[in-house]
Every structure is written in C-alpha cells, then in structure tokens.
C-alpha cells in the first residue's frame, strides 16, 4: 500500500530554518516523481517543489533560492529543506507521489505537516 | 507565468448537476488534473487527463476540456460531494518549469 507521512512542521521565527521529511512506503522514491505542495490558512493549493526520479528538481518562484527538495533513498525519504522562513510561509505542508511521470497527476498525497513562521 | 481562472463558489441542489470551469490560455492544449478536497483532509484525484476517472471515484463525476475552458460536472449532486475543487496543469514555458492549481472552487449543496 502506497503512504506518504510528513514530519518536521513546527512554529518557528522568521528568518529561521526547517527541514521538513516526508517518508514513503510502498514504492521507492527513486523511480517516481515526489511534489511538495503547501496550503495556506484559508488559501488553496500551491505547488512548492518537486524531484525527479532522475534527481532533478525545480521550485515555484516564490521559494527559489530558500528552498532545497531532497531526498535519501536509502531511507526512502524525500526532504524539504527550507531557509530564510518568512510569515507568508506559514502553511500545511504536504507531499504528493506522481506514478510515472513529470505529467502524471498527484495519485497519493500525505496527511500534511503544519508550518507556521511568527515571532 | 500561467494562471488558471476558477470560479470561487459553485452552488447546486441535490440531485442536480454541478459544473465547476477552469480556464487558461490555450488550455486545451494541455492535461488537466482535478483534484476533491474535503475540510480538514489532504486533496484527492478525481479527474485526470482531461476526462480519466481513477479507479474508485463514482462515474458522477465527468470532465472534459474542449478549448479555452476545461471543465469538471458533478451529476446528480450528493451532500458528500461538497467541498473545495482544484483543477492543476503542468506549464514548461519559457525560463520555468511548475506545477500551477487553480484557485479553487468551493461546491456547496443547498
């Protein structure tokens, strides 16, 4: 059975860093395509990060150059390393499996971890 | 970068047909995913593809996208089909590649 299970939300001040763990099972990180998509308080859905099974990674321009995606496939864990945290950051946090494909949808999605940045 | 127009709220009694829109520019160009998300949970796929029905989501639910405005249509509306509605292509233009969801469309059922 395939299951995502995010870790690592907590409040933390601005300016402050986190790394967030989303732990797979059920299929290996390494031959899929693994997102981070966050939401906002009241907001919808925004996409975040994402790694290919190759190992490339791209971001929503909104967090370049703060946020890092990797991942550990010994562990079988993909990670979300975010710096420079800032009060718009503040969101639930979710990790999401593409099957195949950079095209392909999100068919399994985590539980979400929440992240809320305040002094 | 690209940006997909969905409707806020999207009333329908039960029984009836519930038809939420997404637009975009030359959308019909591309695959559009929709995605159920009930308060309090994690989104969950409805629609791939256009018109594809995961396994396991009742054939209530339909989409298509002919043109410049996908579309996702609720037949014969049930109370456990309301909740908040995104729709999501992937865009690979110019100096970015991303994943872009609609705002959102939030199905209520008088």
């Known amino acids: 059975e395939v299951q995502l299970v995010e870790s690592g939300g907590h409040l933390i001040q601005p300016g402050g860093s986190l790394r967030l763990s989303c732990a797979a099972s059920?299929?290996?990180?390494?031959?899929?395509?693994v997102s981070w998509v966050r939401q906002a308080p009241g907001k919808g859905l925004e996409w975040v990060s994402i790694?290919?099974?190759?190992?490339?990674?791209y971001y929503a321009a909104s967090v370049k150059g703060r946020f890092t995606i990797s991942r550990d496939i010994s562990k079988n864990i993909v990670y979300l390393q975010m710096d420079s945290l800032r009060a718009e950051d503040t969101a639930v946090y979710y990790c999401?499996?593409?099957?195949?494909?950079?095209?392909?949808?999100?068919?399994?999605w985590g539980q979400g971890t929440l992240v809320t940045v305040s002094s | 970068s690209y940006v997909l127009t969905q409707p806020p709220s999207v009333s329908v009694a039960p029984g009836k047909t519930a038809t939420i829109t997404c637009g975009g520019i030359?959308?019909?160009?591309?695959?559009v995913h929709w995605y159920q998300q009930r308060p309090g949970q994690a989104p969950v796929l409805v629609i791939s593809?256009?018109?594809d029905r995961p396994s396991g989501v009742p054939d209530r639910f339909s989409g298509s996208n002919p043109g410049n405005t996908a579309t996702l249509t609720i037949s014969g509306v049930e109370g456990g089909d309301e909740a908040d509605y995104y729709c999501?292509?992937?865009?690979?233009?110019?100096?970015?590649?991303?994943?872009?969801f609609g705002g959102g469309t939030k199905l209520t059922v008088l």
């Open positions: 999401a499996r593409e099957p195949s494909s950079a095209y392909d949808p999100f068919d399994y």
């Open positions: 059920g299929f290996t990180v390494s031959s899929n395509y």
């Open positions: 790694i290919y099974s190759g190992g490339t990674t």
């Open positions: 030359n959308i019909g160009s591309k695959s």
């Open positions: 593809y256009d018109s």
């Open positions: 999501q292509v992937w865009d690979s233009s110019g100096d970015h590649t991303n994943w872009v």
